[in-house]
């Protein structure tokens, strides 16, 4: 194994990167992509942070624009790599 790769075969540069990309998240932000990467609904979301699934739907539609995401899962991918642990 080469010193660019992890333990778990990614390479450090893709998650130097997916960090890079969530430093422009806010705590709140953080948090709702920690519950996404977690499979969570809008709605479970919302229960979990006791916020309406509209508030979850707008976090959610902030992040996939500020990450340049297409959809949830990317984001959740993007999540996994920077190493986003649920709180």
Known sequence: ?????????RRWPAAREARRRL???S???????AL???GLSNADAGERIHVSEATVKTYV?????????E???QA???????????R
Request: proline share 4%; glycine share 6%.
């Open 61 to 69: 539609s902030r992040i996939l624009t500020k990450l340049r995401c």
């Open 23 to 25: 430093e422009s998240l």
């Open 71 to 73: 959809n949830r899962v």
């Open 36 to 38: 996404l990467g977690e």
């Open 1 to 9: 194994m080469s010193s660019t790769n992890s333990p778990r075969g």
């Open 76 to 86: 959740a991918l993007l999540a996994r790599d920077a190493g986003l642990e649920p």
């Open 27 to 33: 705590a709140r932000e953080l948090e709702v992509l």
